[in-house]
């Protein structure tokens, strides 16, 4: 069983900067792959990056590539999202995943199969 907390959301202009954190607990957190999905209000939960064990493979979807940096901590059980230059399309509940059977990255959400809890990230014009 793996238990996982999302922070760093809240309210920002356009243009500004959000970190958003996951820590993780339960399992040995260096095993697996995790990854950042987004889901703005009526749409599909879609993933936004992702990285393998140790943080050396990462994978971006074409609406953040540039914008977002995913990385993380392992003796920290954490994985982070620096997101900067955010626009008002941005805004969405946003959740780490693990892919506790892998230890490599995937785009599609069915690879994944422990979710936070999500945080909203809202960024105002």
């Known amino acids: 069983q793996v238990q996982l907390v999302e922070s760093g959301g809240g309210l920002v202009q356009a243009g500004g900067s959000l970190r958003l954190s996951c820590a993780a607990s339960?399992?040995?957190?260096?095993?697996?792959?995790m990854g950042w999905f987004r889901q703005a209000p009526g749409k599909e939960r879609e993933f936004g990056a992702a990285?393998?064990?140790?943080?050396?493979?990462?994978n971006y979807a074409d609406s953040v590539k540039g914008r977002f940096t995913i990385s993380r901590d392992n003796a920290k059980h954490t994985v982070y999202m620096q997101m900067n230059s955010l626009k008002t399309e941005h805004t969405a509940v946003y959740y780490c995943?693990?892919?506790?059977?892998?230890?490599?990255?995937?785009?599609?959400?069915?690879?994944?199969?422990?979710w936070g809890q999500g945080t909203q990230v809202t960024v105002s014009s």
């Open positions: 995943a693990v892919r506790s059977h892998s230890l490599v990255a995937s785009t599609y959400r069915y690879a994944y199969d422990y």
């Open positions: 339960g399992r040995t957190f260096c095993s697996y792959a």
């Open positions: 990285n393998n064990w140790n943080g050396g493979s990462t």
